[in-house]
């Protein structure tokens, strides 16, 4: 009988990582790296944080950061944008079919929310928010805008004679410092009661004169 031919194996295909599995990662380890970096410039400031000090509390290499973000600078940028765009989505989804008063009021409430359970990126914005000189205000300043643009457009609804290009940034601003009051010096006060103080300092401004 004729030898047969020897049997040829076609080797395995070799495992190319999924590009949507790379992403995930990337994004995972991107969060990591924002959330610790919210962490650490939050107790130091922005002048006082190394990356060194947020890749040790990310527990990531120091590489990544700049591979995710470039720069200190940039990661700074990045972790504003990313809070004050969880801030926008709260506060705009907030009013849920009310108007006027109680529109604002549920504005206020969850802007609070927002202070109290998010404490690193609320103390990080009140600290950089308004500074001035900072490289990236300008384009930070799309993101402040539609925060502050939800004050505005409530407060317009309750009283259309209202200058909301100054008592929109003022009641977005004095909810700030009341969450950031209340969840530091005085958190056995309750949400209803600060809404409240909040609501009745700024009561003025959503009744018509005359």
């Given at each position: 009988?004729?030898?047969?031919?020897?049997?040829?194996?076609?080797?395995?295909?070799?495992?190319?990582?999924?590009?949507?599995?790379?992403?995930?990662?990337?994004?995972?380890?991107?969060?990591?790296?924002?959330?610790?970096?919210?962490?650490?410039?939050?107790?130091?400031?922005?002048?006082?944080?190394?990356?060194?000090?947020?890749?040790?509390?990310?527990?990531?290499a120091k590489g990544s950061i700049y591979n995710n973000f470039g720069s200190k600078e940039r990661l700074f940028e990045a972790l504003i944008a990313h809070t004050m765009d969880r801030f926008s989505a709260t506060l705009a989804a907030a009013p849920d079919g009310r108007t006027?008063?109680?529109?604002?009021?549920?504005?206020?409430?969850?802007?609070?929310?927002?202070?109290?359970?998010?404490?690193?990126?609320?103390?990080?914005?009140?600290?950089?928010?308004?500074?001035?000189?900072?490289?990236?205000?300008?384009?930070?300043?799309?993101?402040?805008?539609?925060?502050?643009?939800?004050?505005?457009?409530?407060?317009?609804?309750?009283?259309?004679?209202?200058?909301?290009?100054?008592?929109?940034?003022?009641?977005?601003?004095?909810?700030?410092?009341?969450?950031?009051?209340?969840?530091?010096?005085?958190?056995?006060?309750?949400?209803?009661?600060?809404?409240?103080?909040?609501?009745?300092?700024?009561?003025?401004?959503?009744?018509?004169?005359?």
């Amino acid at each position: 009988m004729p030898t047969p031919p020897p049997r040829t194996t076609t080797p395995p295909e070799p495992v190319v990582p999924h590009a949507d599995g790379f992403a995930a990662r990337r994004a995972a380890t991107s969060q990591q790296i924002l959330q610790a970096a919210a962490q650490v410039m939050a107790d130091r400031g922005y002048a006082g944080t190394s990356l060194d000090a947020v890749a040790e509390l990310a527990g990531v290499a120091k590489g990544s950061i700049y591979n995710n973000f470039g720069s200190k600078e940039r990661l700074f940028e990045a972790l504003i944008a990313h809070t004050m765009d969880r801030f926008s989505a709260t506060l705009a989804a907030a009013p849920d079919g009310r108007t006027g008063a109680a529109a604002l009021e549920a504005v206020v409430s969850a802007l609070l929310v927002e202070v109290r359970d998010n404490p690193a990126g609320t103390q990080l914005l009140a600290a950089e928010l308004f500074r001035m000189g900072r490289t990236w205000q300008e384009s930070l300043e799309p993101v402040r805008e539609r925060i502050v643009s939800v004050f505005r457009e409530v407060i317009a609804q309750a009283n259309p004679a209202a200058d909301v290009s100054v008592v929109g940034p003022a009641v977005f601003g004095a909810t700030l410092i009341a969450g950031l009051e209340w969840r530091t010096f005085q958190p056995e006060r309750t949400l209803p009661d600060i809404t409240g103080v909040v609501m009745g300092s700024v009561r003025s401004v959503l009744e018509p004169a005359g």
